[in-house]
Nanobody, 123 residues
Framework: VQLQASGGGLVQAGGSLRLSCTAS????????MGWFRQAPGKDREFVAA????????YYSDLVKGRFTISRDNAKNTMYLQMSGLKPEDTAVYYC?????????????????WGQGTLVTVSS
């Protein structure tokens, strides 16, 4: 599966952005999808994931209430709607796909990764 993330950019604090992640494979609907981010000098951290069984979301406490993850299986695309952005949300955001609905917040649970898209939030 090849993943292509897009939608990053520069936004002021309090603003919104929507990230997209498009998959190359038609079996997209069978994968758990997730978003991770990595700020300069920091480890990659979990942001959100969406299950395949019922499309239920799972969020990091850092973004809960501000970010919304969704998927459109007909378009092989996952989205991350980000609102109430803060300077500490600045990072490269990566999308990922994995086979199992456990360990959703762990990078090792995902087999495929996109190239990342940069989100910069100015204060």
């Amino acid at each position: 599966v090849q993943l292509q993330a897009s939608g990053g950019g520069l936004v002021q604090a309090g603003g919104s952005l929507r990230l997209s992640c498009t998959a190359s494979r038609r079996s997209f609907s069978s994968y758990v999808m997730g978003w991770f981010r990595q700020a300069p000098g920091k480890d990659r951290e979990f942001v959100a994931a969406i299950r395949t069984s019922d499309d239920s979301p799972y969020y990091s406490d850092l973004v809960k209430g501000r970010f919304t993850i969704s998927r459109d299986n007909a378009k092989n695309t996952m989205y991350l709607q980000m609102s109430g952005l803060k300077p500490e949300d600045t990072a490269v955001y990566y999308c990922a796909a994995g086979p199992a609905e456990y360990g959703l917040d762990l990078t090792g649970s995902y087999d495929y990764w996109g190239q990342g898209t940069l989100v910069t939030v100015s204060s």
